[in-house]
């Protein structure tokens, strides 16, 4: 399933910051709109932007690791969560001419990146879309949606990744800060 | 990458026959065209069809697997290999949903794919595009290419993979065998 992210002025979700973490920043949005399927091809607005990835099968988690996902992991959608979270990231040539093993040593044994976010859950809910195989300009498209007081716990979460050894072969990151429109 | 197969009057590789292995068949065509990269927007002629994937990272392959692999793997475009084959393949939804080490030991513990076909290097040369996060009707074209006298060693190989049970879990395949037309 391919997923658009529409940056511009129509959408559900308000943009309260757009961050550039490392290398190019993305124009500035006044809001983001999430469409799932093939994206209508609309008229486009002056200055507008759309970053596309695929839902597709997980590349790194095991069987045991999907099972405690599966127990914590909340759906989107949830009243409560009003705030949301999308960050893009690329990764370096360097990562991706790593081998499968070597890839996955460093995404768990070595940085925990699913043990440790799973003390973030269920509050934060995320779903993940890959750009890489389309010709995109992000890897990777991570959409997250969190009640507007675990955004401290949010914050946390992203800090504690980017100070991993998988971080260290992020060559691009952008993280654009969201609340629901029609409740902020 | 994006690398686009192209099936109708015009291409390098003649096309000797198009076998449906299992599933719906393709239409027939007389040549194959590889297009590498974004391919230019031709006019379409009648009856024409586009396969399309993407080279992407190794998904199964460990880095003990890859040293023997780049070892014994030829490149494409020997001037001896005027022969070729292009098997397009769709797995089904139960494989797709998985963990990645189920597939992992499907593939290769249980299946051995890269172990037995490591036999047939330097023989025959193979490069893997994937077309599931396109939403292209396949979600692996595989293309291989080998001297004609090979040609049974080839039928060899893909006889065995078809044994193995990671082929329980592939739901459409269809073969089709060229021959360079410049030689042919």
Same mark, same amino acid.
């Given at each position: 399933v391919l997923v658009s992210f529409?940056?511009? =002025?129509?959408?559900?979700?308000?943009?309260e910051r757009i961050a550039t973490v490392t290398g190019a920043p993305l124009p500035p949005a006044a809001r983001i709109a999430m469409i799932e399927g093939v994206a %209508?091809?609309?008229?486009?607005?002056?200055?507008?932007?759309? @970053?596309?990835?695929a839902?597709?099968?997980?590349?790194?988690?095991?069987?045991?690791?999907?099972? !405690?996902?599966?127990?914590?992991? %909340?759906? @989107?959608?949830?009243?409560?969560?009003t705030a949301a979270a999308l960050i893009p990231i690329t990764k370096s040539a360097e990562w991706w001419s790593l081998p499968q =093993?070597? /890839?996955?040593?460093?995404?768990?044994?070595?940085?925990?990146?699913?043990? /440790?976010?799973?003390?973030?859950?269920? /509050?934060i809910a995320?779903?993940?879309h890959h750009g890489r195989d389309l010709g995109e300009q992000f890897d990777f498209l991570?959409?997250?949606e969190f009640a507007p007081a675990d955004a401290s716990a949010f914050d946390e979460l992203v800090g504690m990744l980017r100070a991993t050894e998988e971080w260290r072969y992020v060559e691009r990151e952008v993280e654009i800060? !969201?609340?629901?429109?029609?409740?902020?």
């Open positions: 529409r940056g511009g =002025d129509v959408g559900r979700w308000r943009v %209508p091809d609309l008229e486009t607005e002056e200055g507008a932007w759309t @970053l596309r990835g839902i597709s099968e997980d590349r790194y988690v095991t069987a045991r690791e999907r099972t !405690m996902l599966s127990t914590l992991q %909340p759906p @989107l959608g949830r009243s409560t969560a =093993d070597a /890839r996955r040593a460093i995404f768990e044994e070595r940085s925990h990146h699913i043990a /440790r976010s799973l003390a973030y859950l269920p /509050r995320r779903r993940l991570t959409w997250f800060r !969201m609340l629901l429109a029609e409740f902020n």
